[in-house]
Every structure is written in structure tokens, then in C-alpha cells.
């Protein structure tokens, strides 16, 4: 039994620390030449705009559902003229872009594992190193890459839906114009809210690149094997993305001291 425990332990370690390989390998090939720009922007495309309906649709309902609960919290203490303020607050600093990586790493995540996946098994990826093509660099590089610049984009888009939410939402309960309800939405952001905020995403890219290729690249047994792939690349994202949200936030609070 305790065997058994030990092997599944370092069974674990060993797979973290081939993520982990895995995953420096990829940036420190991303800035080695030569560069695949090309399909950097495609998979950007497929990555960004492709999510942006889900995202945008979901940061609208976030905004609502937070303004409403905001008001009543708010509305026993008389305090509803801080709704705006306090909505914006959580938008912007947690919950845009922590909802953003998580629906990217349902979409993006299982659609990577899956793909590279079922070309794992039907030996594509050796074809490709045949005709001496870098397979890593070539499929997994420029997804992760992808993964990295959509993040940021994508959570700014849910910050402004979500905000556009919540405004829609005030003026139909309290008629606030919205010219007050911006001021007061912005009165409490400034940068050092939003840059670290949104730049931390990027973090969550790599994660979610790094998991789906990896998973993909390391697929067998046939298709059985992919759909096991798509699946924990879902879920193994969206753990480590929850994990490593607790840290970077501990990081930012440590680095911008203001925000406390």
C-alpha cells in the first residue's frame, strides 16, 4: 500500500516536472529564431476572436448579477451610491480575469489537447518531423504563444462587458445617468489596478497553452486517448489556474502596496 502511495507520488512529481520542461522549452523557443509568425496570428485569431462572443456575453451577465447582488448588500447600509465603485473594484481586479481563464480554458484548453491529440495518435506530428518540419515549434510554440497574447485582450473585454452590465442594470433599477455612473465606476481604479490585474492572464495563457499541448503531445492509445486528453487539459488548467490566481494575487499585493 504505501508503495503503491510513494509510486503515485513521484508518479506526479515527475509529470509536474515534465509540464514544467515542457513548458520553459516552449519560451525559450519563442524567442529563437526561426519565428512562425504566421501561425502565431492564426492561432490568435482562432484563441481570440473565436471566444469573444463567450467572453463578452458572459462578462455582460457577470456585470448584471454583480450589480444586482451589490445593491442588495449595499441598499441595507444606504450605501448605493458606492455600487458602481465597488462593482467596478471587482471586476477589474479579480473576477474578469480569473472567469476569463477559466471559460478560455474550457474552449481553448480541451480544443488544443483534442487537436494535437488526434494527430498524435494518427502519427501526423512524426510526418511532420519527416519532412523536417520543428513539430514543437510549429504546433505547440505557437498555440502557447497564442494562449498568452489572447488572454489580455480577452479579459479587457470582459472587464468592459461586465462594467457595461452592470451600468444597463443600475440605470433600470435607479435611473442613474451614465455619465455619473462611469465617474463613479472609475472613481477607485487606476493603473496599478489594472495593469497587474490583466497582465497576470498571461500566466494563465502559458498554463493553459502549456497544459493543452503537452496532453496532446503525450497522447496514446488511439481515440480513447484523446478524449481522456481534451478532458484533463480542462480540468488540470483550471485547478492550476485557481492555484496560481491565490499567488499572483499575494504578488501583487506585495509589489503594488497601495492596493491593500
Known sequence: MLERVGGAILATFAWIGNVASF???????????PYEFAEVARHTFEIGWRSLPLIAT?????????????????????????????????LIRETGPLVTALLVAGRVGAGIGAELGAMKVTEQIDALEAVAVDSFKFLAVTRILACIIAMPLLTSVADFCGIIGGFIAETAISGMSWQLYFQRAFSLIDFTDFVPATLKTTVFGLIIG????????????GTEGVGRASTRSVVISSILIIMTNVVLVKLIFFLFPARV
Open 23 to 33: 513548458g520553459l522549452r516552449a519560451l525559450r523557443e519563442a524567442v529563437l529564431p
Open 58 to 90: 458572459s462578462g455582460f451577465a457577470i456585470g448584471v448579477v454583480l450589480s444586482m447582488h451589490t445593491r442588495a448588500s449595499l441598499a441595507r447600509f444606504g450605501a448605493e451610491a458606492l455600487i458602481p465603485a465597488g462593482l467596478g473594484v471587482a
Open 210 to 221: 502549456t497544459i493543452g499541448c503537452y496532453l496532446g503531445f503525450t497522447t496514446s492509445q
